[in-house]
Every structure is written in C-alpha cells, then in structure tokens.
T-cell receptor, first 112, second 113 residues
Framework: GQSLEQPSEVTAVEGAIVQINCTYQ??????LSWYQQHDGGAPTFLSY????GLEETGRFSSFLSRSDSYGYLLLQELQMKDSASYFC?????????????FGSGTRLQVQP | EAGVAQSPRYKIIEKRQSVAFWCNPI?????LYWYQQILGQGPKLLIQ????????DSQLPKDRFSAERLKGVDSTLKIQPAKLEDSAVYLCASDVTGTTEAFFGQGTRLTVV
C-alpha cells in the first residue's frame, strides 16, 4: 500500500515563498502529483514529477527524490488566492488500478 | 471543454435513509472514480471504473455502498442505509489512461443527521 505524510498547516505572507513537504511510503508508484483544493471546490491538478528533480510551472515548482522518499511543492510570490489545501498523491504500480492515493493535505493560509 | 458534472451539490438525510449521487465525466474519459473526502482529510478511493467495468472496489463498503456505470458514461453512487460516519464530500473524477492529470467534479456534500 501507500501512505503519504504532509504537514497539516502552513502560514505565510503575501509575496513570500513557501515549501510544502511530502514524505511517502509506497511499494511502487508512477510519479508524485500535487493538487490544489479551495474550500468547497474541486481538487485541481498542479504538477507531476515522473522522475527525480525539479519541475517548474509558473509560480509553482515541484521536486521529487525517490531515493529519499520525499517531495515538495514550492510556491513563489504568494498571493491571497493561493490560500487553499494542497495534496500530494501517487498512483500505484498495479495493472489497471490507477486511482490516486492522497496525503492528508496541507492547509496554506496566506496573510496580507 | 465541459468539466466533470455532479449532482446534487448538497444533501442532508437522516441516518438509515438512502441517498444517490450522480456523475457525468468529461466526454471521452474511459476511467471514472468515486472518492470520499472526510473533512480535514485527503480524498479516499471508493471505486474505479474502466468504461462500464469495475477495476477496483476494494475500499467500497459493499454492505451499504453500491455504484454503477451501465453505459460507460454516467455513474451513480448509492448509500443504503446511511450512517452518521458517511457524512463527507463525495467526489467524482475522470481521466484518460496514460495521462497524469485527473479531473474532479465539485462534489456532493452529504450530511447524515
């Protein structure tokens, strides 16, 4: 099975940089994904790391280290609208069973 | 492109009653998922369909939950009878095999009283 650990809450100020960590235990997975979810909204895809290293998408970057069973999401130039919950997730290496297993989520509060 | 549609958005029922949720995935997406998200937690898979066949229902409480996707498009999830601990948001998602992004609906917020 898979389990993913994230900090429950992070607070930062507008314009700052914040890093949300994700450590995992899994028997095998395709890659590490990140999703954003505003209160009452749908989870939306942010980023995916298939290989070790850094992936950059605008203000968001994501990093994966399979040897350390660790990844993180980096948010730069924080804006108030970035206040949301962020989830790391993996898909298992089981034929056909492609469902995402999510971490418990990190609630980001951006303060003025 | 239209997103994943779910209805109703909210539902309040008494324990032991039954309830059904509906999902229409993105056109052309063969894979459909139902997730349960309890407040403060990440989504947890209930069932995965590939077209109209069940791929994974290992985490579905089959004594009270059922789901179907008869024509390989729309899907319904039913709970009968509901328990207090079923209070959660029920999310439907769809995607295409071989891609990395799953698309989620807004979910149905169920409150069991």
């Amino acid at each position: 099975g898979q389990s993913l650990e994230q900090p429950s809450e992070v607070t930062a100020v507008e314009g700052a940089i914040v890093q949300i960590n994700c450590t995992y235990q899994t028997s095998g997975f395709y890659g590490l994904s990140w999703y954003q979810q505003h209160d009452g909204g749908a989870p939306t895809f942010l980023s995916y790391n298939a290989l070790d290293g850094l992936e950059e998408t605008g203000r968001f970057s994501s990093f994966l280290s399979r040897s350390d069973s660790y990844g993180y999401l980096l948010l730069q130039e924080l804006q108030m609208k970035d206040s949301a919950s962020y989830f790391c997730a993996v898909r298992a290496l089981l034929t056909g069973r492609r469902a995402l297993t999510f971490g418990s989520g990190t609630r980001l509060q951006v303060q003025p | 492109e239209a997103g994943v549609a779910q209805s109703p958005r909210y539902k309040i029922i008494e324990k032991r009653q039954s309830v059904a949720f509906w999902c229409n995935p993105i056109s052309g997406h063969a894979t459909l998922y139902w997730y349960q998200q309890i407040l403060g937690q990440g989504p947890k898979l209930l069932i995965q369909f590939q077209n109209n066949g069940v791929v994974d229902d290992s985490q579905l409480p089959k004594d009270r939950f059922s789901a179907e996707r008869l024509k390989g498009v729309d899907s319904t999830l039913k709970i009968q009878p509901a328990k207090l601990e079923d209070s959660a948001v029920y999310l439907c998602a769809s995607d295409v095999t071989g891609t990395t992004e799953a698309f989620f609906g807004q979910g149905t917020r169920l409150t069991v009283v």
